[in-house]
C-alpha cells in the first residue's frame, strides 16, 4: 500500500460531472444562458458566463457569474472528497470549469477593487494546479 507522504491525494471530479454535458450543449450550438439554465450545477457554464462578461466589461456580472460557477464547484469537490487542500488537476477536464471559474473570480474581483480576494483565488488556483492559469 502506498501513502502519500507530502500531503492530500489530489481531487478529481467525476467523469459524468455536470461540466461534461454543458461542454457538448456548448459545443452543439446552446449558448451560454441556456446552458447555465439547463445544468446550473455546471461551474465551465458559469465561467464561460463570467469571462464573456468580462470581455463585456460588465464586471459586476461577471463577479456574480464566477462566484456562482465557483460554489457550484466547491460542492462538486467536497463530494468528490476534497477536504479543503489538495491539488485539483486541471488536465483532468471534469475539474476545469472549477479552475476556470476560480480564476474568473480572481478577474472579477480585481477589476471591481477587490484586489485582496483576487490575490486569495489566484493562490488557490496555483495551489490546485499551477497549470490551471493556461486553462
Same mark, same amino acid.
Given at each position: ?5 507530502? #500531503?492530500? $491525494?489530489?481531487? @478529481? ?5 455536470? *461540466? ?6 456548448? #459545443?452543439? +450550438?446552446?449558448?451560454? =444562458?441556456?446552458? !447555465?439554465?439547463?445544468?446550473?450545477? !455546471?461551474? @465551465? ?5 463570467? =469571462?464573456?462578461?468580462? &470581455? +463585456?466589461? *460588465?464586471? %459586476?456580472?461577471?463577479?456574480?457569474? /464566477?462566484?456562482? #460557477?465557483y460554489h457550484r464547484g466547491l460542492d462538486a469537490l467536497r463530494r468528490a472528497g476534497w477536504? +479543503? /487542500? ?6 483532468? %477536464?471534469?475539474?476545469?470549469g472549477f479552475l476556470m471559474a476560480l480564476l474568473a473570480l480572481a478577474d472579477a474581483a480585481?477589476?471591481?477593487? $477587490?484586489? $485582496?480576494? &483576487? #490575490?486569495?483565488? =489566484?493562490?488557490? !488556483?496555483? *495551489?490546485? *494546479?499551477? !497549470?490551471a492559469r493556461s486553462l
Amino acid at each position: 500500500m502506498h501513502t502519500n507522504l507530502l #500531503g492530500p $491525494e489530489p481531487t @478529481y471530479l467525476p467523469d459524468d460531472h455536470p *461540466d461534461m454535458a454543458a461542454r457538448s450543449a456548448i #459545443g452543439d +450550438g446552446a449558448t451560454l =444562458r441556456e446552458v !447555465a439554465a439547463r445544468y446550473p450545477a !455546471a461551474s @465551465y457554464a458559469w465561467a464561460m458566463l463570467a =469571462r464573456e462578461s468580462l &470581455a +463585456g466589461d *460588465d464586471p %459586476v456580472a461577471a463577479y456574480a457569474f /464566477a462566484r456562482t #460557477g465557483y460554489h457550484r464547484g466547491l460542492d462538486a469537490l467536497r463530494r468528490a472528497g476534497w477536504r +479543503g /487542500a489538495g491539488p485539483i488537476p486541471a488536465g483532468h %477536464v471534469p475539474n476545469q470549469g472549477f479552475l476556470m471559474a476560480l480564476l474568473a473570480l480572481a478577474d472579477a474581483a480585481e477589476t471591481i477593487g $477587490e484586489v $485582496e480576494e &483576487a #490575490g486569495r483565488c =489566484r493562490s488557490f !488556483a496555483d *495551489d490546485s *494546479d499551477p !497549470a490551471a492559469r493556461s486553462l
